[in-house]
């Protein structure tokens, strides 16, 4: 047991780094998309597997954030990059499915690159939809599965459990979409695009209302 808490401490704080590390290019892809996503928010905003702080930047500066964050490895990082910025923030450890705030207290849950990797994901769209105001909104970010019968898809497929290990848990070839249809939202709006990364280039963007 002591030998593999060991071994998920370090990889834990390895992902961390490599989160800290090699996010720039990633950024550099997404960044229009994600200035045009944040710009509107307000009020008391909910991040989900904020890591290690890379949307901090596109927020409004006057909104009301709490993030929660299940590897505190990360937190470290997510801290230097608040203070860099001179954003005040409100960190706790926890995770997606069991999100620790009031029924119908949020204006909106925002999470980039997060579903991917949360153990029950029908569990955390319903944890987000609890949370939420009547009429608050998930805006997301997430990489997604390849189409069936692609070549890419059964790439996916065939590295999920090595890429589990190295990225953290994430499935790259979860049909996320599929599930936030199906959450119970009264509308979900996205879109499908293409960033320039290997195994995970297939992205959806959008906003969920409750």
Request: glycine fraction near 8%.
């Amino acid at each position: 047991m002591a030998v593999n808490q060991a071994c998920g401490g370090f990889g834990k704080r390895l992902f961390a780094w490599m989160m800290a590390q090699g996010s720039s290019t990633y950024e550099q892809a997404v960044s229009d998309r994600k200035r045009a996503l944040f710009a509107d928010l307000h009020g008391k905003v909910l991040e989900i597997g904020p890591g290690t702080g890379p949307n901090l930047s596109y927020y409004p500066k006057d909104i009301d954030w709490i993030g929660i964050e299940p590897n505190p490895y990360m937190h470290s990082y997510l801290q230097q990059e608040a203070k860099k910025l001179g954003f005040n923030i409100a960190l706790c450890s926890g995770t997606a499915e069991w999100i620790d705030a009031e029924d119908n207290s949020i204006d909106a849950v925002v999470s980039t690159l997060v579903l991917c990797s949360v153990p029950q994901l029908d569990d955390t769209l319903q944890a987000i939809l609890r949370v939420l105001k009547p009429g608050g909104r998930f805006l997301f970010i997430e990489h997604v599965a390849s189409p069936r019968g692609t070549l890419l898809r059964k790439i996916q497929t065939t590295v999920r459990p090595i890429w589990q290990v190295l990225g953290d848990g994430c499935h790259p070839d979860r049909e996320t979409w599929l599930a936030l249809e199906k959450a119970g939202f009264a509308s979900v709006n996205y879109e499908h695009f293409d960033a320039p990364f290997p195994i995970v280039s297939p992205h959806i963007i959008g906003v969920a209302t409750k």
